[in-house]
T-cell receptor, first 111, second 114 residues
Framework: DVKVTQSSRYLVKRTGEKVFLECVQD?????MFWYRQDPGLGLRLIYF???????EKGDIPEGYSVSREKKERFSLILESASTNQTSMYLC??????????FGPGTRLTVL | AQSVTQLDSQVPVFEEAPVELRCNYS??????LFWYVQYPNQGLQLLLK??????LVESINGFEAEFNKSQTSFHLRKPSVHISDTAEYFC????????????FGSGTKLNVKP
């Protein structure tokens, strides 16, 4: 079974803190993705990576950065968390073009 | 860029009734199509997908979707729903001309009532 794991299910941080969200997949997938999910807006792509050390901006990259040092791991970084980054964050991975496999999500609250 | 439209944000339906969740996308040039389901406080799970071949695809729990290239649609149907089908459903399109980038609809909440 493909497995995508995320480091935390729930996270509470304060405004201005640096936040790391980690994602690990165990199926040797080339592509990895970070989305945020907000009610009524569906999933919005923040960043994706198609290879180690490669990254591409998605639709809403502002305020976020990513790191992919190993093929199985893709990290999302909030350099200085703000209240408008309170959201559900979903990580996914896939082979080129085929279905994306999702992690369970991290619900981040920024106070 | 692609866009994916799910016109119905919520669909209430009684148990054992049929249901259709609508999905339209903007361009039919070289795409793969997917439906995902999300239960509360969980990630998304694949329900079914169209990559090529037969335009009618089915899931193991009775859902089906038909790829209609001329209407750029991929509507999801089930002839008889169960309470356990209550969830949010997302349509997604993979654009093969753009890094296989995925585009998701805004989701449809299916609420099955007894």
């Amino acid at each position: 079974d493909v497995k995508v794991t995320q480091s935390s299910r729930y996270l509470v941080k304060r405004t201005g803190e640096k936040v790391f969200l980690e994602c690990v997949q165990d199926m040797d997938h080339e592509n990895m993705f970070w989305y945020r999910q907000d009610p009524g807006l569906g999933l919005r792509l923040i960043y994706f990576s198609y290879d180690v050390k490669m990254k591409e901006k998605g639709d809403i990259p502002e305020g976020y950065s990513v790191s992919r040092e190993k093929k199985e791991r893709f990290s999302l970084i909030l350099e200085s968390a703000s209240t408008n980054q309170t959201s559900m964050y979903l990580c996914a991975s896939n082979l080129l073009g085929d279905e994306q496999f999702f992690g369970p999500g991290t619900r981040l609250t920024v106070l | 860029a692609q866009s994916v439209t799910q016109l119905d944000s919520q669909v209430p339906v009684f148990e054992e009734a049929p249901v259709e969740l609508r999905c339209n996308y903007s361009s039919s040039v070289s795409v793969y199509l997917f439906w995902y389901v999300q239960y509360p406080n969980q990630g998304l799970q694949l329900l079914l997908k169209y990559l090529s071949g037969s335009t009618l695809v089915e899931s193991i729990n009775g859902f089906e979707a038909e790829f209609n290239k001329s209407q750029t649609s991929f509507h999801l149907r089930k002839p008889s729903v169960h309470i356990s089908d209550t969830a949010e459903y997302f349509c997604a399109v993979s654009d093969n001309s753009n890094f296989n980038k995925f585009y998701f609809g805004s989701g449809t909440k299916l609420n099955v009532k007894p």
